[in-house]
Nanobody, 124 residues
């Protein structure tokens, strides 16, 4: 069992930056691939980024490539999402996710555990 708690969301102006954190409980954190998803009002939850258990592999959706960076610190049981050059269309609730393999955490159906979400609002 893994419990995930996100933090770091908030209101930021276009072009600004935020860093989301996801703290995981459980001694098996290092064996899970981790991901970030987001859901805007009236839209389906969509994949944003994923990282393998070792941190050696990462995937990003095209709209965030070059702007967002996913990373993890297995000693701290934490995964991060650094978001730069934020745009209004990045506004959404961001969810942390855990799954057995990195390919699994690129789709909602492959996720084993979800966090509760943190709101990110990009607006002037």
């Amino acid at each position: 069992q893994v419990q995930l708690v996100e933090s770091g969301g908030g209101l930021v102006q276009p072009g600004g930056s935020l860093r989301l954190s996801c703290a995981a409980s459980g001694r098996t954190f290092g064996s899970y691939a981790m991901g970030w998803f987001r859901q805007a009002p009236g839209k389906e939850r969509e994949f944003v980024a994923a990282i393998s258990w070792s941190g050696g592999s990462t995937y990003y959706t095209n709209s965030v490539k070059g702007r967002f960076t996913i990373s993890r610190d297995n000693a701290k049981n934490t995964v991060y999402l650094q978001m730069n050059s934020l745009k209004p269309e990045d506004t959404a609730v961001y969810y942390c996710a855990a799954g057995a393999r990195i390919v699994k955490v690129t789709t909602t159906r492959g996720v084993d555990y979800w966090g509760q979400g943190t709101q990110v609002t990009v607006s002037s």
